[in-house]
Nanobody
């Protein structure tokens, strides 16, 4: 029983910043890779950034330099710091986590419910 709870979305003006959070709770033993995805209306869901349990990060080429992914393993939480936001960043942002449950010797994939980010011009 694991739940991913996202927060931090909202409405901002172009050039502004937001920090998204996604915390895993429940029967978590450990978390492997975590990631952020986003999906704009009528578009496919796209990968924003990933971070491994060891802190290795990867970003979509178009976002590198503006977005930063990080994690707090003690809190089972992943963050996405978004700076210099543009209207084209408007989308629903989803967190994703590969989680090893307590007492289970395998990895289970979980999605957050999504949080809306809207950037006005």
């Amino acid at each position: 029983q694991v739940q991913l709870v996202e927060s931090g979305g909202g409405l901002v003006q172009a050039g502004g910043s937001l920090r998204l959070s996604c915390a895993a709770s429940g029967s978590v033993f450990s978390i492997r890779a975590m990631a952020w995805y986003r999906q704009a209306p009528r578009k496919q869901r796209e990968l924003v950034a990933t971070i491994t349990s060891g802190g290795i990060t990867n970003y979509a080429d178009s976002l590198k330099g503006r977005f930063t992914i990080s994690r707090d393993n003690a809190k089972n939480t992943v963050y996405l710091q978004m700076n210099s936001l543009k209207p084209e960043d408007t989308a629903v942002y989803y967190c994703h986590a590969d989680i090893i449950l307590q007492g289970v010797w395998s990895t289970t994939y979980y999605w957050g419910q999504g949080t809306q980010v809207t950037v006005s011009s």
